[in-house]
């Protein structure tokens, strides 16, 4: 079983290591349903409880992934198990999925339940404490002042395409159509502030000094605001590469010709050496942020800032010697087939 199945699709997981409470949200039929899940809850349930905390354990546990990630799917199909007839009695949201807007994916119809199992047995219960306010969205850019070449987009004027519902509310949009365009949407949030600050500085930088003609990095066309809370950027609207989401590291294959090869390093090198020139800084050199477009050409890609290990030392994150070293190994993987 994977993230989802035929009655919901999971849209977020929420947990906290030290209590190991959690909050599972799923979409089922276009409503977004909230899921808190907590060991207070347990009464007189000493198998379940033994149950959920070995998912959690797994799930807390950083040092093997492969290990949470199974624990995750498990505790999903334990967890929502007793939800299976909600989901089956609710009536669908009606929508025109020919007109579907971020709008409509940030603010999805909400139910809140909280999971309470009594002598083994699990009891989803309506959750009538309903938060105060709701929690914002995006993040606040403060004194960074956006360039005047970006526009400014609300959410319902931003279209998500698709025809599965349960699909458009329950997956992160990347791919829309913004400003008369298809566009890339990389959302921002709060706990990312100083990645996102970082990549809107690098962008506003691009703009400033004219390097769009002469690099291969996607253009920032603008940002999502939305009128009730103009102080916050909910996410910036790039230029959208047609690349089938296919990145430097998936695309080389041993059957590459050396002419292509050159040609990703050049274009990669050449948009390096701007970026340097210019004082820009790229922080997160790796093949997976180099974008293979259906025309074979290369794009440089994340600007947030950070360091990959085997790619970058930690030293020399978000440094001129981190970029050079990170491509090298580029190079490395390009001509030699070698993997970090």
Known sequence: MSYQDSAWSLREFLYHQHDKTAQITVI??????????????????????????????????????SLAYEA????YAWALSPFLPIFADIDPSPSDSNHFTLR???????????LFVTHEH???R???IVPSQSRPNGLDPGDLALHPNWCKVRPEDIQIPGTDYNELY?????????????????????????????????????????????????????????EEQESR??????????????????????????????????????????LHEAGIIWGYVKADNVLIDDEKNAWVVDFGGGYTRGWVEKSR?????????????IKDFLYQGKTF
């Not at 089922?28 to 899940?37: D, H, N, R």
């Not at 940030?106 to 139910?111: A, C, E, G, R, V």
């Not at 994150?317 to 190994?329: C, F, N, S, Y």
Request: aromatic share 10%; hydrophobic share 35%.
């Open 233 to 274: 950027i909910t996410g910036i609207l790039l230029t959208w590469v047609q690349c089938g989401y296919r990145t430097l590291h998936c695309a080389l294959e041993p059957a590459t010709s050396f002419d292509l090869r050159k040609r990703w390093d050049t274009q990669v090198t050449n948009t390096l050496d701007f």
């Open 317 to 329: 994150m978000d440094t001129v010697e981190g970029d050079q070293e990170g491509l090298a190994k």
């Open 126 to 128: 309506l959750n009538y």
């Open 122 to 124: 699990l009891e989803p």
């Open 72 to 75: 995750e799917e498990d505790l």
């Open 104 to 114: 409509d994916y940030l603010s999805p119809q909400i139910y809140r339940y909280v």
């Open 28 to 65: 089922s039929k276009g409503k977004c349903f909230e899921i808190e899940l907590a060991p207070a809850n347990f009464s007189h349930s000493p198998s379940s409880l033994q149950t959920y905390m070995k998912f959690m354990d797994a799930i807390c546990d950083d040092e093997d992934y």
């Open 170 to 226: 329950s997956r992160s949009p990347n791919k829309v159509i913004a400003v008369g365009t298809t566009c890339f949407l990389k959302r921002l949030e709060s706990g990312d502030r100083k990645a996102a600050i970082r990549e809107l500085g690098v962008y506003k930088q691009i703009e400033t000094l004219g390097l769009s003609d002469h690099i291969h990095v996607p253009r920032l066309v603008g940002v999502v605001q939305d």
